[in-house]
T-cell receptor, first 111, second 112 residues
Framework: RKEVEQDPGPFNVPEGATVAFNCTYSNSASQSFFWYRQDCRKEPKLLMSVYSSGNEDGRFTAQLNRASQYISLLIRDSKLSDSATYLCVVNRGGNAGKSTFGDGTTLTVKP | EAGVVQSPRYKIIEKKQPVAFWCNPISGHNTLYWYLQNLGQGPELLIRYENEEAVDDSQLPKDRFSAERLKGVDSTLKIQPAELGDSAVYLC??????????FGPGTRLTVT
């Protein structure tokens, strides 16, 4: 079993839809969590950090459930430009601890 | 603020040849990472530096891969000799200690 697992998708949704992705992690010692976005043939770019209390940035909401060991990303009112692969990242250990990436979930938003 | 710089962007070599990749991190970022990414997969860590010290190289295939970060700033990753299975994108990232990582554009390596 991989340390970080994501549903690869693809998720195909119409514009304006709400879509949610989950990411599960196996190491209970994991301490920090992030969502990255990666466009085709580009590098990953930080989308948002995931805080214990949850956090929201415009149409994007991230949640952390430590008891069940998963993080989620909710995208509301999907735009065509949201089409990308979304990678979750789990950091284990203290400062600069090991980062493990999921394999990503692919989202395609259609007109 | 300038981002992470990598060169070359693309490299095509024949198997058994050596190849080197260079990375210059964001100024002030003491942590530097080298990742390998295959199509359809997430980045996999090869090595992580804190300043000039390699603090995690457990996933680096040391028989053919080597890396250095002599002055704690830029870094070089080398493969010698390259194998067909090394074809991938090699990503460099940097961060301030314990914070989010910023990636360079990557080097796309093709081994023929």
């Amino acid at each position: 079993r991989k340390e970080v697992e994501q549903d690869p998708g693809p998720f195909n949704v119409p514009e304006g839809a709400t879509v949610a992705f989950n990411c599960t992690y196996s190491n209970s010692a994991s301490q920090s969590f992030f969502w990255y976005r990666q466009d085709c043939r580009k590098e990953p770019k930080l989308l948002m950090s995931v805080y214990s209390s949850g956090n929201e940035d415009g149409r994007f909401t991230a949640q952390l459930n430590r008891a069940s060991q998963y993080i989620s990303l909710l995208i509301r009112d999907s735009k065509l430009s949201d089409s990308a692969t979304y990678l979750c990242v789990v950091n284990r250990g203290g400062n600069a601890g090991k980062s493990t990436f999921g394999d990503g979930t692919t989202l395609t938003v259609k007109p | 603020e300038a981002g992470v710089v990598q060169s070359p962007r693309y490299k095509i070599i024949e198997k058994k040849q050596p190849v080197a990749f260079w990375c210059n991190p964001i100024s002030g970022h003491n942590t530097l990472y080298w990742y390998l990414q295959n199509l359809g997969q997430g980045p996999e860590l090869l090595i992580r530096y804190e300043n000039e010290e390699a603090v995690d190289d457990s996933q680096l295939p040391k028989d053919r891969f080597s890396a250095e970060r002599l002055k704690g700033v830029d870094s070089t990753l080398k493969i010698q000799p390259a194998e067909l299975g090394d074809s991938a994108v090699y990503l460099c990232a940097s961060s301030r200690q314990g914070t989010e990582q910023y990636f360079g554009p990557g080097t796309r390596l093709t081994v023929t």
